[in-house]
């Protein structure tokens, strides 16, 4: 089992750009989540997907936020226009059903 | 008030020492809690489910309290390796989304 496998690991783009992430949960996993982490504001859940369709939103931050899972095995986190305050380690982590999630590795986002 | 919330720490012991943290949350409808363990610069790891009637693992017990709405963690023979972030993690429904408290901090010295 790879585990949950995001991509990239590490970005730094220049504000007003588009940043993609891309997440690939563990296989049968049934639920996915996308996590924000700061150290201000510790982990923040942003959106989660059950059986690839959306579920809760609501933790997206506003409109420049969007995500997509088009597939059971794949799932993308958008960001446009990117701004400096969404520096961040961006988490995607996967669960069949509620039973303890498995999280990827991250991603390192810095927006200068 | 917070969802969930933690002592931030740091905690800063001794090996071999014992060391608990608790976790408070607010919904009493709160159905499934957890204890995650997250390594600086890591992504958090599940260390353990907190069961109604406690359980241990090794040198880990964990305790639900829900009359009074907290959750614990008790690490005994502290070693050096344990020296993380300890996140506790409480559901709101078997459908729903997880909140994660922000995290004690444990440092173990030698």
């Known amino acids: 089992d790879a585990g949950v496998i995001q991509s990239p690991r590490h970005e730094v783009t220049e504000m007003g750009q588009e940043v993609t992430l891309r997440c690939k949960p563990i296989s049968g996993h049934d639920y996915l989540f996308w996590y924000r982490q700061t150290m201000m504001r510790g982990l923040e859940l942003l959106i989660y997907f059950n059986n690839n369709v959306p579920i809760d939103d609501s933790g997206m931050p506003e409109d420049r936020f969007s995500a997509k899972m088009p597939n059971a095995s794949f799932s993308t986190l958008k960001i446009q226009p990117s701004e400096p305050r969404d520096s961040a380690v961006y988490f995607c982590a996967s669960s069949l059903s509620v039973s303890g999630y498995t999280f990827g590795s991250g991603t390192r986002l810095t927006v200068v | 008030r917070k969802e969930v919330e933690q002592d931030p720490g740091p905690f800063n012991v001794p090996e071999g020492a014992t060391v608990a943290f608790n976790c408070t949350y607010s919904?009493?409808?709160?159905?499934?809690f957890f204890w995650y363990r997250q390594d600086c610069r890591k992504e958090p790891k599940l260390l353990m489910s907190?069961?109604?009637s406690g359980n241990e693992d090794g040198r880990f017990t964990a305790q639900l309290n829900r009359a009074s709405q907290y959750i614990s963690l008790l690490i005994r023979d502290s070693k050096l390796s344990d020296s993380a972030t300890y996140l506790c993690v409480v559901t709101k429904s078997s459908a729903s989304k997880i909140i994660f408290g922000s995290g004690t901090r444990l440092s173990i010295r030698p």
């Open positions: 907190v069961y109604s």
């Open positions: 919904n009493s409808a709160s159905q499934s």
